[in-house]
């Protein structure tokens, strides 16, 4: 029995992963940890400048209500990528492209919720915050972490008429 589980190799083989994997991990948890720091600000001397009617220091969970869990959700892309290298799947897609666009989906999800449709709240003098740039750079190194990995995948192409 043990003859047979040497020759299969071992269940996971942590060697198949590449440092695509481990930028995109990181990134990953970096993300995460992002959505527990200061995102927003208000200006304190400024009665005006509120988000849900407060003022203060907001991170993700306390401003938005469904972009937090979405972002988690991507940021289990490099994680899931990494199990299926380490397990040497067979995929019929370049192992990195879904991560790739996760990561690229994150980022516009933070650029959208900030920059694009503006900041939280309908007041003034709302300012960023360390933790918003941290999860734009994090879902930002998760799309990375998957083109380094899908990089390695660049099929030539035939010259026409041969098979």
């Given amino acids: 029995m043990e003859a047979s589980s040497a020759r299969r190799g071992s269940y996971i083989d942590t060697s198949r992963l590449s440092r695509?994997?481990?930028v995109g991990m990181f990134s990953a948890l970096l993300?995460?940890?992002?959505?527990?720091?200061?995102?927003?600000s208000t200006n304190d001397s400024n009665p005006n400048s509120l988000i849900d009617g407060k003022?203060?220091?907001?991170?993700?969970?306390?401003?938005?209500?469904?972009?937090?869990?979405w972002l988690i959700a991507g940021a289990t892309?490099?994680?899931?990528?990494?199990?299926?290298?380490?397990?040497?799947?067979k995929l019929t897609w370049n192992a990195g492209e879904v991560?790739?666009?996760?990561?690229?989906?994150?980022?516009?999800?933070?650029?959208l919720?900030?920059?694009i449709l503006g900041k939280p709240g309908d007041t003034?003098?709302?300012?960023?915050?360390?933790?918003?740039?941290?999860a734009l750079v994090a879902a930002l190194g998760i799309s990375a972490g998957g083109y380094l990995r899908q990089a390695g995948y660049v099929r030539g192409r035939k010259p026409p008429g041969t098979l």
């Fill in 20 to 22: 695509g994997e481990f």
């Fill in 31 to 40: 993300l995460v940890a992002s959505l527990f720091m200061p995102w927003f």
């Fill in 55 to 69: 003022q203060g220091n907001f991170t993700a969970f306390e401003t938005f209500s469904t972009l937090h869990w």
């Fill in 77 to 89: 892309a490099p994680f899931i990528l990494s199990w299926i290298i380490a397990r040497g799947h």
């Fill in 99 to 111: 991560t790739m666009i996760v990561g690229v989906t994150a980022a516009v999800l933070i650029l």
């Fill in 113 to 115: 919720n900030g920059i």
């Fill in 124 to 134: 003034v003098e709302i300012g960023f915050q360390i933790g918003y740039f941290v």
